[in-house]
């Protein structure tokens, strides 16, 4: 089975910026999506972006202008967060869609505090 690795979270000042990464742990052709949730305690798991095999994106409104959602010639896949607030602190899980399934990482701590 697929599973997805992930790597970029940390702790960072207000302001701050971070990348995250997640690459699949074997070779995926065509797959559908790639993107990245997050979950803040108590709340349930939020769609942040997604990107697809043609590189369109999408966003939640919240993050417009301020996170990047990119991939490389193959199946890794980045989110560059800047100017990031305290209300970013999450879980952030990477996603795959691939084969009619949904694949999940195992998340990655992101805390933005002074």
């Known amino acids: 089975q697929v599973q997805l690795v992930e790597s970029g979270g940390g702790l960072v000042q207000p302001g701050g910026s971070l990348t995250l990464s997640c690459g699949p742990s074997?070779?995926?052709?065509?797959?559908?999506?790639l993107g990245w949730f997050r979950q803040a305690p108590g709340l349930q798991r939020d769609l942040v972006a997604l990107?697809?095999?043609?590189?369109?994106t999408k966003y939640v409104d919240s993050v417009k202008g301020q996170f990047t959602i990119s991939r490389d010639g193959g199946n890794t896949v980045y989110l560059q967060m800047s100017s990031l607030k305290p209300e970013d602190t999450a879980v952030y899980y990477c996603?795959?869609?691939?084969?009619?399934?949904?694949?999940w990482g195992q998340g990655t701590q992101v805390t933005v505090s002074s």
């Open positions: 074997e070779n995926i052709v065509d797959f559908s999506l």
């Open positions: 996603y795959l869609f691939w084969q009619q399934r949904p694949y």
């Open positions: 990107i697809d095999n043609s590189n369109n």
